[in-house]
């Protein structure tokens, strides 16, 4: 492994374990040595990489941006039809909630008082809903009557919604609980004709393919108490 691919798996790892304990514990009483400590390196070596608990916690948010970015272009690039594509959207933010510890960090930073800055996620889930049910409209798959602002403001109030009440229960981020959800939803919201060619369980080939097991790299352990020799130091020493 190369000196940079070990940075790389360094930062990561710090991430990872920042991440972990941002969603448990929230971003004020995370601790930075708790952070290096679960990512096996030592406080210095977190200070190589983050200037400070804000940096750290800016790096999370702008990695659960990425992933969420990355399976966003992998829903819109598969062909179907926009509410198709609006419903498989779902279904693949929801189960990234479920198995990502950093998207959920990310979320969790998102709506902390003492973190005004970084990525609004919500917004940018906002956005993406809306320009979904924009191009719906061209195709002419949305009921005359159905507002593109007041169904983007319910799909982004719901599925929010579900990612805050999922934290204590995952039943509520369930393939089944949103299929329920669109099954109530479409009707509302879709032509006739349109509505016949929309799975409300999702694409299970998009689903599965757009947000798969989480690539983050976990934490390393940490080194066995006294050990200070030169496999520790090379850790602490990279970039």
Request: charged letters at 30%; glycine letters at 4%.
């Given at each position: 492994m190369t000196r940079q691919e070990r940075a790389v798996r360094t930062r990561h790892a710090l991430i990872r374990s920042a991440a972990?304990?941002?969603e448990r514990h929230g971003y004020v009483q995370a601790r930075l040595t708790e952070i290096s400590s679960g990512a096996g390196v030592s406080p210095g070596a977190l200070h190589f990489h983050f200037e400070n608990k804000a940096a750290v916690a800016d790096a999370v948010e702008h990695a659960a941006s990425r992933a969420l970015h990355r399976a966003s272009r992998h829903v819109l690039g598969s062909g179907a039809s926009a509410l198709q594509q609006l419903?498989?959207?779902?279904?693949?933010?929801?189960?990234m909630i479920r198995e990502d510890v950093v998207v959920r960090a990310g979320y969790r930073l998102n709506r902390d008082p003492a973190r005004p800055s970084g990525p609004d996620l919500r917004q940018e889930w906002h956005s993406c809903v809306h320009g979904i049910l924009a191009r719906a409209a061209d195709e002419g798959a949305l009921r005359g009557a159905a507002s593109r602002q007041a169904v983007a403001a319910t799909v982004v109030a719901a599925t929010t919604g579900l990612e805050s009440l999922g934290k204590r229960n995952e039943?509520?981020?369930?393939?089944g609980g949103l299929t329920r959800f669109w099954e109530v939803m479409l009707p509302a919201i879709a032509a006739p004709h349109a509505l016949e060619s929309v799975d409300p369980a999702g694409t299970e080939s998009v689903v599965a393919s757009a947000a798969p097991p989480p690539t983050?790299?976990?934490a390393s352990p940490p080194a066995p108490p006294g050990r200070?020799?030169?496999?520790?130091?090379?850790v602490d020493n990279l970039p």
């Open positions: 972990e304990l941002f419903t498989d959207h779902t279904h693949v933010f929801a189960r039943r509520w981020l369930s393939r983050h790299p976990p200070k020799g030169s496999d520790r130091q090379a």
